[in-house]
């Protein structure tokens, strides 16, 4: 069997160093991907793991297509493509700037297009792999103060369910993960542990049910995957 390829684009030292980790543990070709990878580098030093990084901003479609034609050429086709990036500038609807919410939307939005696009290009022709797109609460409900994050996470959630639609039929599994709470990091952990053991998402629980989605049999796909943890309200 062929080696499989993993691409994380949004690749900080939370989340998208977690998945990226649990790809690269499990034997997947990785390749992680950040608009700075030598802020990601020393982690794979220091935990001794073998990760292909590659700079590249989700913005820029012409920058997108670069790193997967890199990839295509060097590895191969990707299995599995996660995108993970967001921004977020928090503001009330009257202080924000037009800048501001342009920057955000083309962040979480247009970088999913790129890269969702870029994705489905290279895995329609072998009619197989995973695209997963990282959601937030924000996806759902545009809370006060939040309009810079809620419309992009709204876009990004329309683009994978158009996607699915379209994609599903040839083969190609995407899912929307919706991130509700906040995850675990070491500028959290006096919260965490005032609220308790496990009060706060494990971004490695979370990697494992990225894993999970890729590897589900196609006669069940999930399209949407919410998690939480368990003291949570919602």
Known sequence: ????????????????????????????????????????????????????????????????ARVFSAVERELGAPSVVVFNAGAYERGG???ITA?????????????????????????????AGTILFTGATASLRGSAGFANLAVPKFGLRALAQSMARELQPKGIHVAHVIIDGQIESESRRELAAQRGPDSLLSPEAIAQAYLDLHRQ??????????????????
């Open 217 to 234: 049999p196609r006669s069940a796909w999930t399209h949407e995957l919410d998690m939480r943890p368990w003291v949570e309200k919602f």
């Open 93 to 95: 609807i009257l202080e």
């Open 1 to 64: 069997m062929d080696k499989q390829i993993a691409i994380i684009v949004g690749v900080g030292p939370g989340l998208g160093w977690a998945l990226a980790k649990r790809f690269a543990r499990e034997g997947f070709a990785t390749v992680a991907c950040a608009r700075d990878p030598g802020k990601i580098e020393p982690l794979a030093r220091k935990e001794s793991i073998d990760v292909r990084f590659e700079a590249c901003d989700a913005t820029k479609a012409p920058d997108v």
């Open 99 to 127: 800048e501001s919410f342009e920057r955000c939307w083309r962040v979480g939005c247009l970088g999913g297009f790129n890269v969702g696009q870029a994705a489905a290009r290279l895995m329609v022709e072998k009619g």
